[in-house]
């Protein structure tokens, strides 16, 4: 009697392991996703205590110039002190370009945002005290609607 496998024995064990590949694969695109959540509801929280205590510590208490702010980590809060924000801005983790986040003041509100999984941040908007958000789009703000 010889030893050994035969050929559709292989064939079995090889296809199972396809099968069981084939499975993981997308479970782990999906932790990827939620990791990738998880570190932009993190910093963006950082960025947001950041603001706050920018306001704290201006007299008189302001928040950053008013409008669209593209990357208020680098323009305002890297070199504050004290310093929320340690040496490098965070980046958002959905962005295609290593983008930092961006914020948005008006008045004495403002708002903190990754593209999150929408890819971009069409449709964010602050009125008053209140946020619009487009699909996908993670946010903090001292208003609400995020």
Sequence with gaps: MKKGFTILELVIVLSVLV??????IPRMKGMQQAG???????ELQTLQAAMESYYSN??????PTAGTIASPCSSY???????????????DPF??????????????????ASVGTGANLTGLSLSGSTVTKGTGNICVTNGSGC
Aim: aromatic fraction near 10%; hydrophobic fraction near 40%; charge should be negative.
């Design 58 to 63: 201006t007299s008189p208490h302001t928040y």
């Design 19 to 24: 099968i069981l590949i084939g499975i993981a």
């Design 36 to 42: 990738q959540l998880a570190q932009a509801k993190a």
């Design 77 to 91: 809060f890297a070199n504050a002190t004290p310093a929320i924000v340690p040496g490098t801005c965070p980046t």
């Design 95 to 112: 962005s295609s370009s290593a983008a930092e986040y961006e914020a948005i003041v008006s008045g004495n509100y403002y708002v903190i």
